[in-house]
T-cell receptor, first 112, second 113 residues
Framework: NAGVTQTPKFQVLKTGQSMTLQCAQD?????MYWYRQDPGMGLRLIYYSASEGTTDKGEVPNGYNVSRLNKREFSLRLESAAPSQTSVYFC???????????FGPGTRLLVL | AQSVSQHNHHVILSEAASLELGCNYSYGGTVNLFWYVQYPGQHLQLLLK??????LVKGIKGFEAEFIKSKFSFNLRKPSVQWSDTAEYFCAVSGGGADGLTFGKGTHLIIQP
C-alpha cells in the first residue's frame, strides 16, 4: 500500500497563476484533509472532506477550492496564486473524522 | 475554538538525556490526543495517541505520553534520547468542535552526539 500520495512534490508559480494539488489514498478512508505548514505556525486546516461527496472549510480556506473526486482522491486548487500561499501543503486521510490521520509526503509551493 | 500550546519551540539535548515536551489544550470535553513527529525532509508520522483508557500511553521508538485531564495536558517523554530523535514534534488534538486536527506550533528538537 502506498498510503497517501501527493503530486507534485515541488512547484514554483508566478503570482496570479493557477494550479491543482493532487492527493490520493489507498486505505479506503472516508475522511480527507488539506493542511498548510508554515514556519512557527504548525499545521493549519484548509479544507476537509468528512466523506465522499462532502467538503467543508477549515481554519484558513481563503484563496483555495477543493474537490472530492471520489473516495480515493481529494484535490486542492489555487485559482490565483499569491505569495502568501507559499507554503508546504500536506494531504491527510483518516477512517472517519476524529480518528488517526495519515499524512502524505507534502508539496512545497513557492509563489513568486 | 480548540487551541493547543507547546511550551518549548526549540530544545537542544545531548544523547542519553531525558526528554519531556509539554503540550496543553484548551477544550475541556472529550478529545483525542496525538503526538506526531516530522523528521527532516519527511512527512508527519504518528508517534502515539490517546483516545481513552490508561492515561499513560506508549508509542514507537521508546516514546510515551501521559494524559492528565485535570491539567489539560498531554506531555511527551523519552527516558534517553538518541541522535536519530532529531526532528520536529507536534502535539495535536481532535474534538472540541474542531473539524480536523488542531496542531500546536511544534517543537524543534536537536540531539547533539
Amino acid at each position: 500500500n502506498a498510503g497517501v500520495t501527493q503530486t507534485p512534490k515541488f512547484q514554483v508559480l508566478k503570482t496570479g497563476q493557477s494550479m491543482t494539488l493532487q492527493c490520493a489514498q489507498d486505505m479506503n478512508h472516508n475522511s480527507m484533509y488539506w493542511y498548510r505548514q508554515d514556519p512557527g505556525m504548525g499545521l493549519r486546516l484548509i479544507y476537509y472532506s468528512a466523506s465522499e461527496g462532502t467538503t467543508d472549510k477549515g481554519e484558513v480556506p481563503n484563496g483555495y477550492n477543493v474537490s472530492r473526486l471520489n473516495k480515493r482522491e481529494f484535490s486542492l486548487r489555487l485559482e490565483s496564486a499569491a505569495p502568501s500561499q507559499t507554503s508546504v501543503y500536506f494531504c491527510a486521510s483518516s477512517p472517519i473524522r476524529q480518528e488517526t490521520q495519515y499524512f502524505g509526503p507534502g508539496t512545497r509551493l513557492l509563489v513568486l | 475554538a480548540q487551541s493547543v500550546s507547546q511550551h518549548n519551540h526549540h530544545v537542544i539535548l545531548s544523547e542519553a538525556a531525558s526528554l519531556e515536551l509539554g503540550c496543553n489544550y484548551s477544550y475541556g470535553g472529550t478529545v483525542n490526543l496525538f503526538w506526531y513527529v516530522q523528521y527532516p525532509g519527511q512527512h508527519l508520522q504518528l508517534l502515539l495517541k490517546y483516545f481513552s483508557g490508561d492515561p499513560l500511553v506508549k508509542g514507537i521508538k521508546g516514546f510515551e505520553a501521559e494524559f492528565i485531564k485535570s491539567k489539560f495536558s498531554f506531555n511527551l517523554r523519552k527516558p534517553s534520547v538518541q541522535w536519530s530523535d532529531t526532528a520536529e514534534y507536534f502535539c495535536a488534538v481532535s474534538g472540541g468542535g474542531a473539524d480536523g486536527l488542531t496542531f500546536g506550533k511544534g517543537t524543534h528538537l536537536i540531539i547533539q552526539p
